[in-house]
């Protein structure tokens, strides 16, 4: 669940994308993917008497808000707007006010995850040049920079951002950072990355550039995202929608050549290490979908992690599920429905996993 973008945009006319992810024939049976053909959840039958907890939301949306700028034109996709052409960039979540929302609220889980920190990096005080890389909504940027006021902040994204303040010393870019980078080697003291699972082809090349860019002894951290919605005591169920939400994800990852397993093949440690980064730490997240858990602190985070979905589920799947998968965009407001059956349900005990690595550059490279 997470992206290359997501940045308030002007409404254009709508347009097709002028590049395609190239479609192979779709095969939905559970035979070969485990994927549910889209005519299933029009079939199903639902019991509402779980429907619980949907007080939260009307108590909890107050306390999101979205970002007022408007900027540019780009494609627009059965309503929802993407970061124009450029480069070799293939992002697949939409870049407008309703999934910025959606954005906050998860940068708001992040902290939250990690104790109210920004960062697990063994960083200085007085670091000097910081590069956060697929800012999207720019928040995690803005506040390093509030919180390191000597540093210069660069956040960069296939998208413009334009928030309403920033520090003095943060400036955001507009470039494809699957691209070779422009960046001077040995410029950055830190480089962070989050969420970007299903935006790159070559991982091991992308982290060669970041090795690049990096300072000898600077530091690089990336948190990344699992697409696999699961439980560990079998509420969430094969043929549930929230199991089948990782199963399309993934075949759709295979179909562009863009995985969306990123954390279950391990490729953050295996790419960092082959482009010669020395691993400093490895932390495994479990992050709760609804309020479930007894501890309080875990309750909070799954309060405000299904939030963050269900503020937006239809922007989640749009460009993936209808480009590259061949849904219609009734069969996906559907499954959507039957989605947030789910996520409302106190009987489901579901989670995703995230994976942070922190990773040095050696002094002598």
């Known amino acids: 669940m997470s992206s290359l973008?997501?940045?308030?945009?002007?409404?254009?006319?709508?347009?097709e994308p002028t590049v395609e992810p190239t479609v192979e024939p779709t095969s939905t049976g559970p035979e070969s993917t485990g994927i549910?053909?889209?005519?299933?959840?029009?079939?199903?039958?639902?019991?509402?008497?779980?429907?619980?907890?949907?007080?939260?939301?009307?108590?909890?949306?107050?306390?999101?808000?979205?970002?007022?700028?408007?900027?540019?034109?780009?494609?627009?996709?059965?309503?929802?707007?993407?970061?124009?052409?450029?480069?070799n960039a293939q992002?697949?979540?939409?870049?407008?006010?309703?999934?910025?929302?959606?954005?906050?609220?998860?940068?708001?889980v992040s902290t939250l995850m990690q104790d109210g920190k920004l960062l697990l990096a063994p960083i200085r005080d007085d670091v000097q040049k910081v590069l956060d890389v697929a800012t999207g909504v720019g928040m995690w940027a803005i506040d390093f920079a509030d919180d390191y006021p000597g540093a210069e902040v660069i956040g960069v994204d296939i998208s413009p951002q334009k928030p309403q303040w920033i520090p003095p010393n943060l400036?955001?870019?507009?470039?494809?950072?699957?691209?070779?980078?422009?960046?001077?080697?040995?410029?950055?003291?830190?480089?962070?990355?989050?969420?970007?699972?299903?935006?790159?082809?070559?991982?091991?090349?992308?982290?060669?550039?970041?090795?690049?860019?990096?300072?000898?002894?600077?530091?690089?951290?990336?948190?990344?995202?699992?697409?696999?919605?699961?439980?560990?005591?079998?509420?969430?169920t094969e043929n549930s929608a929230l199991s089948q939400w990782g199963r399309v994800f993934t075949e759709a990852g295979r179909k562009l050549g863009?995985?969306?397993?990123?954390?279950?093949?391990?490729l953050q440690v295996k790419g960092m290490k082959e482009a010669g980064f020395e691993i400093v730490l490895?932390?495994?997240?479990?992050?709760?979908?609804?309020?479930?858990?007894?501890?309080?602190?875990?309750?909070?985070?799954?309060?405000?992690?299904?939030?963050?979905?269900?503020?937006?589920?239809?922007?989640?799947?749009?460009?993936?599920?209808?480009?590259?998968?061949?849904?219609?965009?009734?069969?996906?407001?559907?499954?959507?429905?039957?989605?947030?059956r789910e996520l409302r349900s106190p009987n489901i005990h579901a989670y995703y996993a995230q994976k942070v690595v922190v990773a040095r550059k050696p002094e002598k490279s």
């Not at 019991?47 to 408007?70: I, K, R, V, Y």
């Not at 870019?173 to 480089?191: A, K, M, R």
């Not at 309080?296 to 590259?324: C, H, M, P």
């Open 5 to 15: 973008l997501t940045n308030t945009a002007a409404t254009a006319p709508e347009t």
């Open 258 to 266: 863009r995985t969306f397993s990123v954390v279950e093949d391990g």
């Open 91 to 108: 992002s697949w979540n939409p870049n407008d006010a309703l999934h910025d929302e959606s954005m906050e609220i998860l940068h708001h």
């Open 171 to 236: 400036r955001f870019e507009v470039e494809d950072v699957t691209l070779p980078w422009t960046y001077q080697p040995n410029s950055f003291d830190y480089i962070h990355l989050r969420w970007l699972t299903g935006c790159v082809e070559d991982w091991n090349g992308f982290y060669r550039e970041i090795y690049k860019a990096l300072k000898p002894g600077g530091y690089f951290e990336h948190k990344e995202s699992t697409c696999l919605m699961v439980s560990d005591d079998g509420t969430v």
């Open 282 to 340: 490895e932390k495994d997240l479990k992050t709760p979908i609804g309020p479930w858990p007894e501890d309080e602190n875990q309750k909070l985070i799954g309060q405000f992690s299904r939030l963050a979905l269900d503020r937006d589920i239809e922007g989640y799947l749009n460009y993936i599920w209808t480009k590259v998968m061949g849904w219609s965009t009734e069969e996906i407001a559907v499954y959507a429905a039957h989605l947030r």
């Open 36 to 87: 549910l053909p889209p005519s299933h959840w029009a079939q199903v039958q639902h019991d509402d008497t779980d429907d619980g907890d949907s007080a939260f939301e009307d108590d909890n949306a107050s306390s999101t808000a979205s970002l007022s700028a408007s900027i540019l034109e780009y494609r627009v996709i059965h309503g929802r707007t993407y970061h124009s052409e450029r480069g």
